[in-house]
């Protein structure tokens, strides 16, 4: 859908005074339907335990303070449940946006209302996602039943003004209405365009004061399932953005992109004498193309500090003072820089050791899958190094800190990428790591007493996309923090579960794995009846639930990235007790995508077991269709993981190893 026309340039005066007005609508509470105060069941969905009567957003995308978002949302609560889900209300944000103007009520079944106080509104961090904390401004709003009416409205106000808008169309609650005034960018001249994902809403409706409408009636909840696709790839939303009505081939948008981006940064990534003296210093006697990069990249993540990232050490008055850098022999003579200067330098530092190097766009499919159909730059955000070897192309991004040397972050590998050029720029699929790149490796060495207590020493280690996931996570918190996070990690686990002398190696460290160990006790592990003790080998799978518990399934199944898990137990048995039953699951094949594969074993005099177990799996993205199959794989590999081993008081050794 096109708007075709041109926004004239308005005073500061002018749009103060519109915007005001159309704040001041949306800040006011909305007249209550009694149909809505004497409503007893959904309507949306027939078993839902709450859905939103309205949920309305005002968007005004140049105001004063840069974008704002002004939300009004209005929940019936039918059950117990419904009271339980919406008891607490998070308002989530990210770094950089300002959540103002909170205000709530509950409205009872005879229309007498109860007003949220001020000081019931409190901040708290959601998630550390990555670099990205998310955080939340949260409240319980009062005397929530059955049968309640609660409306809460709040504005976030975003710092700058954007050309992109995004519009979310489905939530986490069936809506009888949602509904998006929207004022657009009055400085752009391009026609206002809008791609929706998942759902048909109407055309936008001219309202007053600027503003244009558009909403959508009856829209069921939105439900995650496990490993389901990106959010934005599977849930109705609308992008709002402006670009020219100048129609363009795929191929021919995304090669004039590439020549446009390639004028833009080739002086980024320029080489000089100094940057010539610390490629050579570098490579050192490196003969081989990929010893020299990975000498090259290596530099650049350890000695370039990365002042973007969340663990740098700096503080906000530090990062203030520090110089912008203008070339890769500033960031440099510096050693300091953000993740674009890291980059830049080690695009130069290669094209200084005689490699060729370019800046390389591309998507992020943990957000949405890229279409190179959409000739817009939106989902190509982005940005990495190719260089090419021999006559490949091969991409690095020294500025994630973690992601060792010939990976990518998961979100970036295995997708379409932009290699910028002159001439000639071309779509690249970059590298997929195999599942051995990413390891976790866990260790035990146990002892099991005659009254089922197990206790001993445990050690996993996490490599590749696991040991990003898991350094990003910790990196920047003290080592109490860390060291709570874990021990509660084992505790959701194993409930009974005693933890001491946890210890954490390299959480910060970008070359070595992930790893920490610690002493462990639990109480009741296994199960003692009579003379007999039944025992789950699978130490480090046990109080794990099904990967996938649902009979039916709503989403493709999508993993981020190949996988391997290595588990070895050494578990001491109390004397007095023999195997009884030898018996143990059988491996699984999982055709080109991997394997599973379990051995267990004791000594000859019963003291020692030995339980050894492997999952490598490579697939990535798997059909709904298939979703039975692939459910009946995983179930399989749970009911072996839960498999238990028999051990009789007295009985005679007659196993052997």
Known sequence: MTFNRSYAFQSFCLMAMLWSGAFAQSMQWKPVDPVHLAMKAPVVEKDADAEALLWEVYINTASDSGTDFTNFVRIKIFSERGKDAHSKIDIPYLNGVSVRDIAGRTIKP??????????????RELIKAGRMKLKAKSFALPGIEPGTIIEYRWREVYGYITNYVKMELQRDIPMHLVRYYLKPNPYVTMPMKTLTFNSNPPPFVKEKDGYYRTELTNVPAFREEPNMPPEDQIKSWMLVYYSPDVKKAPTEFWKEEGKRLYEIHKGDMKVNDDIRRAATESVGDASAPEQKLERLFEFCRTKIKNVTDDASGLTADQLEKLKENKSPADTLKRGYGSGPDINFLFAAMASAAGFEARYVKLGDRGRKFFDPNFTNPYFMRAYNIAVKVGDQWRFFDPASTYVPFGMLRWQEEGIQALVCDSKEPVMVRTQLSPADQSRIRRTARLKLTDDGTLEGQVRVEYTGHFAVSMKEEYDDETAEQRETKLRDAVKERLSSAEVSNLKIEHPQDPLKPFVYSYTLRVPGYAERTGKRMFLQPAFFQKGIGQMFATSTRQNDVYFHFPWLEEDLVMMDLPEGYALENADQPSDLGFGELGHYKVNIGVTQD????????????????????????????????????????????????????
């Open 606 to 657: 019963q003291r020692i077991l030995q339980y050894k177990r492997e999952l490598r799996f490579e697939g990535m993205m798997f059909p709904k269709s298939s979703y039975t199959a692939l459910k009946s794989a995983f179930d399989t590999v749970h009911k072996s993981d839960n498999h238990a081993l028999t051990f009789k008081q007295g009985a005679v050794a007659n196993v052997k190893q």
């Open 110 to 123: 005879d229309g007498a209302i109860v007003e949220l106080k001020k000081d019931a509104i409190f901040d």
